[in-house]
């Protein structure tokens, strides 16, 4: 797992939310997007990453990804509600999304320790 990549590609959702919201990018499906288990970070947590499973870091890890897809999923409905105002407030600055974005970094990093070591 390079956990690493994985930071960068969570990172890089608020940029592909912000594209979609523009009209831009790839079209997102809530369905897809709010399923914490169909990205490769997913994958590998309810995969390979289960031997980890009784590790606290795991544990907040798995935690903190699924609302991140919550909240990701939340922006594409409002988007498809014609909501674009609210959806962007959704990404904003101090916005639950941005706190989970950093959050998910951090938890990432601590798991990135674990399996290290």
Same mark, same amino acid.
């Given at each position: ?7 960068? #590609? ?5 940029? !592909?939310?912000?594209? %979609?919201?523009?009209? /831009?990018? +790839? ?29 606290? #870091? ?5 935690? !903190?990804?699924?609302? %991140?897809?919550?909240? /990701?999923? +939340? ?36 798991? !990135? ?5």
């Amino acid at each position: 797992m390079d956990f690493n990549a994985e930071i960068a #590609a969570h990172l890089h959702w608020k940029i !592909k939310l912000r594209m %979609f919201i523009n009209g /831009a990018g +790839e079209n997102l499906d809530r369905a897809v997007v709010g399923q914490d288990n169909q990205c490769s970070l997913g994958r590998w947590l309810y995969g390979e990453g289960l031997k980890y499973q009784h590790h606290v #870091a795991y544990q907040t890890l798995l935690k !903190k990804h699924t609302r %991140f897809h919550q909240h /990701a999923a +939340e922006v594409v409905q409002k988007m498809e509600q014609g909501d674009s105002k609210k959806a962007a407030e959704l990404i904003g600055i101090n916005s639950p999304f941005q706190k989970e974005s950093l959050e998910i970094s951090l938890a990432i990093e601590a798991l !990135k320790k674990v399996v290290s070591s």
